[in-house]
């Protein structure tokens, strides 16, 4: 309901495909749900004028009782006035969530399908593969008698690569007639959405035998029916992604409950660390600790078939602990944790909830069985790839290892991953500085494992190439392993020369908005532009600037507050996006605006807050493809110091801004 009243805001209204819309003058029907229930629920709602902002929800209907939308709008009742009772509403409201204390992850929607368009639809499956840079090239000529880590920064072409690389051993089993089967494995369908699309119109007329599927839907197409759903439980989300994001809301609240109640007897048991993070009160904190509790439920507990029960506290305390887990210094560490494991478990079974890890343990599990290891013969894959490996899991990347239906070989898995896109960042946003679990360093893999890099970027232009550079080198040490690095200084760009990026640095706040303001408009009629905020601290004013460009009526503004599905971006060729730049993973523009950047002046920034700004940074200029324009204010500081040293270097043009 939040989602459909947001993108009633902003016209013309667009809704995503998926939501199975109709429409009758300022009525619509559409899915009640993400996905349809048995009883196909349907919401028939009304759009009021363009400048009301009224969005009503008229009725709630079903395959059982449905209503058409003619029938409906000749029965349609007036309004009942609401004088004399807002007040009222009001407070009740303001007591209501007063009280439920609702976090801030509650307003993440489910997933974001990225604004890039499909593969150029001029272009044939042959003409792609001429135009690929030559890293592209390696990894789809590249043998398949050996997996491949693809690595390489935003804008290298990971999706395109893996895509056609899957065609292409599709194309030749085929040829040779060979009956290969291929499987694409996503973390989101919209990711699967993304590149099946693409899948069909390369392939076009060609009989290609290629599953894109995210990883839960595998488990679901595979597991026989009496593992898969034993007691008629739900599975919460569609994917992985919309499932850990409902997993982390589950334990957000279990653990608000244990602090409220229990805390008080377990807290002489715990470490000062654990402790520490128990008593904090801010929401970075709480997220940090619930993403780390979410990875130790999922893949430890979880993984290791613990279940509540005699002897399974033991089992968990006897658990051996590698160093990618969160760290439990003390046996009181572990048993505060299983217990807020036990009540997890408690609220899951009161809804009769089974989350996506807990289906992946049992997929698990049946994977390792004698019957799948005769069974993935006939159905398993030949080749396997996965994109976006970087968001998989513990649990999930070890699945990934008994997909091949070849049994005799080691895994033949190619995947795809940018190392400076943090996973537990793209669900909890700037907290994952905080967290303590960290993803397993991929192993080295010797002659069995072959790593390629993609160095050749085609989103953006050299000038934009040379800023993402220069900020690349003013990040802190982090420690995430050799795997996880990029030689930037082997990067270069395949796209034709733009403008050098420019930083506005305004006297004052109102200054900043109308140079934000003034670039817009400049740029506006050029194609797709976004305004990225750096610091989500920030966040609000740039909103209310938003707001207010968006009442002007003259300009379609989208605003992200967090990871809606907004499908229709995909098809639309200008407007302006305003999002936190965490948010804008996945997309492109022709044009960046990046706003909301601190001045990180020294001594006054953590390392892992200049970590966390920085990497934002980095994000919001690499969702460009021709021009990045940088804003800040003296009220604020002025312009970031790295921005600043951009200048000096000649890598950004610096211009005066407002004096208002």
Do not use: C
Not at 233 to 240: E, F, P, Q, R
Not at 309 to 338: C, F, K, N, T
Not at 353 to 367: E, G, I, K, P, V
């Amino acid at each position: 309901m939040a989602s459909a009243a947001d993108r009633a805001r902003t016209f013309p209204v667009t809704f995503p495909r998926g939501w199975n819309l109709f429409k009758r003058d300022n009525l619509l029907s559409f899915f009640a749900v993400p996905r349809s229930d048995d009883n196909s629920t349907r919401w028939i709602a009304e759009i009021g004028a363009p400048k009301s902002n009224d969005f009503i929800f008229r009725k709630l209907t079903s395959a059982a009782s449905e209503t058409n939308l003619d029938d409906f709008a000749a029965e349609r009742r007036p309004l009942p006035s609401i004088e004399g009772h807002w007040t009222r509403a009001l407070e009740a409201a303001e007591q209501h969530f007063a009280l439920a204390k609702r976090p801030p992850l509650a307003d993440i929607e489910i997933d974001l399908p990225p604004l890039v368009p499909g593969p150029d639809r001029a272009r044939s499956y042959e003409q792609w593969l001429e135009a690929v840079s030559a890293d592209q090239r390696a990894f789809i000529e590249a043998d398949t008698g050996q997996a491949i880590r693809l690595r390489g920064p935003a804008g290298s072409g990971k999706t395109l690569a893996i895509t056609l690389k899957a065609i292409r051993e599709a194309i030749r089993a085929g040829d040779s007639g060979t009956d290969a089967a291929i499987l694409v494995v996503t973390h989101s369908w919209a990711l699967a959405a993304q590149i099946s699309d693409a899948v069909d119109l390369l392939g076009a007329g060609r009989n290609l035998r290629i599953d894109v599927l995210p990883l839960l839907e595998v488990a679901e197409s595979i597991l026989p029916s009496e593992r898969r759903d034993p007691s008629g439980l739900v599975l919460i989300g569609d994917d992985s992604f919309s499932g850990k994001l409902a997993q982390l809301r589950q334990i957000l609240e279990v653990l608000d409950d244990f602090r409220q109640g229990e805390w008080i007897t377990f807290r002489s048991q715990a470490s000062a660390s654990l402790r520490e993070r128990l008593d904090a009160e801010d929401d970075e904190a709480r997220f940090a600790l619930a993403w780390d509790l979410l990875i130790e439920f999922g893949s430890v507990i979880g993984a290791s078939g613990i279940f509540p029960g005699a002897g399974a506290e033991l089992r968990y305390m006897q658990h051996s602990r590698a160093q990618w887990m969160l760290p439990l210094e003390a046996p009181g560490d572990l048993r505060i944790v299983y217990r807020v494991y036990m009540k997890y478990m408690a609220a899951l079974d009161d809804r009769s909830l089974m989350t996506s890890d807990q289906l992946l343990a049992d997929f698990l599990n049946y994977l390792e069985t004698h019957a799948w290891n005769r069974q993935r013969r006939l159905e398993g894959w030949d080749l396997v790839f996965v994109d976006e490996f970087h968001l998989f899991n513990p649990l999930e990347r070890e699945v990934l290892h008994f997909l091949n239906r070849d049994v005799s070989t080691f895994p033949r898995v190619f995947m795809a991953f940018d190392p400076r896109q943090s996973p537990s960042q793209a669900f909890i946003g700037g907290a994952a500085d905080d967290t303590r679990s960290t993803a397993p360093q991929l192993q080295d893999g010797g002659e069995d494992v072959r790593n390629l890099e993609l160095t050749t970027v085609h989103r953006f232009t050299p000038q934009i190439l040379e800023l993402i550079k220069h900020v690349h080198l003013a990040f802190p040490t982090l420690d995430l392993g050799h795997d996880w690095d990029i030689d930037f200084a082997a990067v270069e760009s395949a796209s034709e020369d733009g403008p050098r990026p420019i930083s506005f640095t305004a006297t004052s706040r109102e200054g900043e908005e109308i140079d934000i303001f003034n670039s817009m408009q400049e740029v506006y009629t050029k194609g797709r532009v976004a305004l990225a905020v750096v610091d989500a601290r920030q966040w609000r004013r740039y909103d209310e600037l938003a707001a207010r460009i968006a009442s002007s009526g003259k300009y379609h503004v989208t605003t992200i507050t967090g990871r809606t599905d907004i499908e229709g971006l995909g098809y639309r060729n200008k407007g302006l996006v305003v999002a936190q730049a965490e948010y804008l993973a996945g997309l492109q523009f022709e044009t960046v605006l990046v706003a909301g950047m601190p001045a990180l002046v020294h001594g006054a920034v953590s390392a892992n807050d200049k970590t966390r700004i920085l990497s934002a940074l980095y994000l919001a200029i690499s969702r460009a493809e021709s021009q990045v324009r940088l804003f800040s204010n003296e009220e604020d500081g002025g312009a970031a110091e790295v921005i600043d040293s951009a200048i000096s270097r000649g890598i950004v043009v610096r211009r005066a801004g407002s004096t208002s």
